[in-house]
């Protein structure tokens, strides 16, 4: 069984750069838009302290945590954006500090977690690995809006893996939120990481297979799959390419996050 610890040490690095874009920001920073139609840099903070804090609660509380499943089935379209609206009607020190403290206790629970213990959350429930790679990825693609809003250009970091694994995880998610049945083969995705290396997912076979045969390749610059996964770019303005019908259709509609089908970013220019 896998060790989360590496895993929860990559989560506190994420958060922790986040940490630092934010810290120095004066008030009225915090109000600055971010590509997220009607969030500001607040609402990407007061939803990520949210979201900390209820995966702290189903990681401790899990009869806690139905009851705010039930709250989310009562109102499944609007029930992200009230949270993160609550949470900007914080001062954003309060803010800041109210994030810090969740995302601590959120870090110590998983740590604290025993082995094969699963974690309820709003899709299937999630090892303690799993949950903390999905706080990661989640903290990276806000951060990203964070990042773009304040003309921000991070350096990107051996921890996208944990991003492009959750999105090549995802690829039948992406198929079945909306109504269309998955490729029943696996895809090859071959993805370079910032510093050269080669990430690979999937049978090596299935790269030089015909693409008569179902399968697929997916190639490209990690950072540039990452962006496309957690839709904070568009497909047009990355060097992600897909080889076979199937996986050119994938790359679409891919995202990494539980949820509706995103509507994703227009393209540079649009």
């Known amino acids: 069984m896998s060790d989360p610890a590496a895993v929860i040490d990559d989560l506190r690095a994420e958060s922790d750069e986040l940490d630092r874009l934010v810290a120095g920001l004066s008030d009225e920073e915090w109000w600055t838009p ?109 951060g990203q809006d964070v990042a773009d809003a304040l003309g921000v250009v991070r350096e990107p970091t051996a921890r996208l893996r944990h991003v492009a694994h959750i999105g090549v995880r995802a690829r039948d998610y992406a198929f079945l939120v909306r109504g269309l049945e998955a490729p029943k083969e696996q895809f090859r995705v071959e993805l370079t990481g910032p510093g050269g290396e080669l990430w690979t997912w999937g049978p090596e076979e299935a790269a030089g297979v015909p693409h008569a045969e179902g399968r697929g390749r997916v190639t490209g610059p990690a950072l540039d799959f990452c962006l496309l996964v957690t839709q904070r770019a568009h497909r047009d303005d990355l060097a992600v390419r897909a080889e076979g019908a199937d996986a050119d259709r994938w790359l679409d509609i891919a995202q990494a996050f539980a949820g509706p089908a995103g509507t994703g970013r227009a393209p540079k220019g649009a």
């Not at 309060?94 to 740590?111: I, P, Y």
């Open 34 to 142: 971010t590509p997220a139609a009607g969030w500001t840099v607040a609402h990407q903070i007061a939803h990520l302290a949210w979201t900390d804090e209820v995966a702290l609660l189903a990681a401790t509380s899990p009869g806690a945590f139905a009851r705010e499943v039930e709250k989310a089935l009562a109102e499944p379209g609007t029930f992200v954006d009230r949270a993160a609206e609550a949470g900007v009607r914080r001062p954003p020190a309060e803010l800041l500090a109210h994030w810090r403290t969740g995302r601590d206790g959120l870090r110590q629970a998983l740590s604290d977690a025993p082995p094969g213990a699963r974690i309820p959350w709003y899709g299937p429930p999630m090892s303690a690995r799993s949950m903390a790679t999905a706080r990661l990825m989640e903290t990276w693609a806000h």
